[in-house]
């Protein structure tokens, strides 16, 4: 089954910009969702579709995807934004789905 | 209000059987694909197992074999049967929509219920 790679830490300075990847050979085939899972809670949807966010998710949450890697970018990012991100597609095989690791994204 | 409320986690010992139930609200279970996720304690998610409108059926690797996903329309609740559990089967699990664009290769989970935790210990 196909695997998707997330850097497990990244950290931001509160206000600037950051991007969170996700890479796997299923990306060239799917396009990835993205979850946010604040300490505690069930995880939630931030980003699905090309660039889609649902509703209550802020404009500064955005995606994008480039061959084999997709990107969750926060631009000026808050101190409510400090959580797990998760990404995840459908597998190669077309039958499974498959997560990423996590990042763990610390707002400084 | 769509809403999906999971049941049915416990402690239990290796070897046995339980049965987790998720009720769902707000839509109906028959015409969509449903799926189950895991995290185990301090870890990442783990996708276990979908299953299609039409009741095809699909499971990791990790489970597959021990675990069946059935639903039951009159109930609109989804169950995630779990047989012969072992010690890393220990996790929240979450039942979740699959939400779909199939022809644009869009897939996405929304929403997650609370999630109900099983515990596998002797």
């Known amino acids: 089954s196909s695997e998707l790679t997330q850097d497990p830490v990244v950290s931001v300075a509160l206000g600037q910009t950051v991007r969170i990847t996700c890479q796997g050979d299923?990306?060239?085939?799917?396009?990835a969702s993205w979850y946010q899972q604040r300490p505690g809670q069930a995880p939630a949807l931030v980003i699905y579709?090309?660039?889609d966010r649902p509703s209550g998710i802020p404009p500064r949450f955005s995606a994008s995807t480039s061959g084999d890697t997709a990107s969750l970018t926060i631009t000026g990012a808050q101190a409510e934004d400090e959580a797990d991100y998760y990404c995840?597609?459908?597998?190669?095989?077309?039958?499974?789905?498959?997560f990423g690791g996590g990042t763990k994204l610390t707002v400084l | 209000e769509v809403q999906l409320v999971e049941s049915g986690g416990g402690l239990i010992q290796p070897g046995e059987s339980l049965r987790l139930s998720c009720e769902v609200s707000?839509?109906?279970?028959?015409?969509?694909?449903m799926s189950w996720v895991r995290q185990s304690p301090g870890k990442g998610l783990e996708w276990v197992s979908v299953?299609?409108?039409?009741?095809?059926?699909y499971f990791a690797d990790s489970v597959r074999g021990r675990f069946t996903i059935a639903r039951d329309n009159s109930k609109n609740t989804v169950f995630l049967q779990m047989n012969n559990l072992r010690i890393d089967d220990t996790a929240v699990y979450y039942c979740?929509?699959?939400?779909?664009?199939?022809?644009?290769?869009?897939?996405?989970?929304?929403?997650w219920g609370q999630g109900t935790l099983v515990t596998v210990s002797s």
């Open positions: 979740v929509r699959v939400m779909r664009v199939s022809a644009a290769g869009f897939y996405w989970f929304d929403p």
């Open positions: 579709g090309k660039n």
């Open positions: 995840s597609s459908r597998d190669s095989s077309g039958d499974l789905w498959v």
């Open positions: 299953m299609y409108t039409g009741g095809e059926t």
């Open positions: 299923s990306l060239s085939l799917y396009y």
């Open positions: 707000g839509f109906s279970v028959s015409v969509n694909y």
